[in-house]
């Protein structure tokens, strides 16, 4: 099973930036899909979460309305949307999938959001 998280970058508040995490090593639509951050110094937290089939999503409440989880089965890769940035939104981005009951993480991409 292998994570590989694109699309960090620098960008300035208010603006967007769409992660994406390819897949690999397992059957991609049989398992949802979580994306987490990390900020230097503090605990990983969750972001947002999508289920195998995409039907369900649900998403942390400091980033509820700005960040969209996405999903293409065909494609083997989840997404994350994320509008209106905010400095609080710098963190390590990673994506995770639980795969018979063991989670698997990608390496993480970063996102520095500041003027």
């Known amino acids: 099973v292998q994570l590989v998280e694109s699309g960090g970058g620098l960008v300035q508040p208010g603006e967007s930036l769409r992660l994406s995490c390819a897949a690999s090593?397992?059957?991609?639509?049989?398992?949802?899909m979580s994306w987490y951050r990390q900020r230097p110094g503090e605990e990983r937290e969750w972001v947002a979460g999508i289920s195998d089939s995409g039907d369900i999503r649900n998403y942390a409440d400091s980033v509820a309305g700005r960040f969209t989880i996405s999903r293409d089965n065909a494609k083997s890769t989840g997404y994350l949307q994320m509008n209106s940035l905010k400095s609080d939104d710098s963190a390590v981005y990673y994506c995770k999938s639980v795969v018979n009951l063991k989670s698997y993480w990608g390496q993480g991409t970063q996102v520095i959001v500041s003027s």
């Open positions: 090593g397992y059957t991609f639509s049989n398992s949802g």
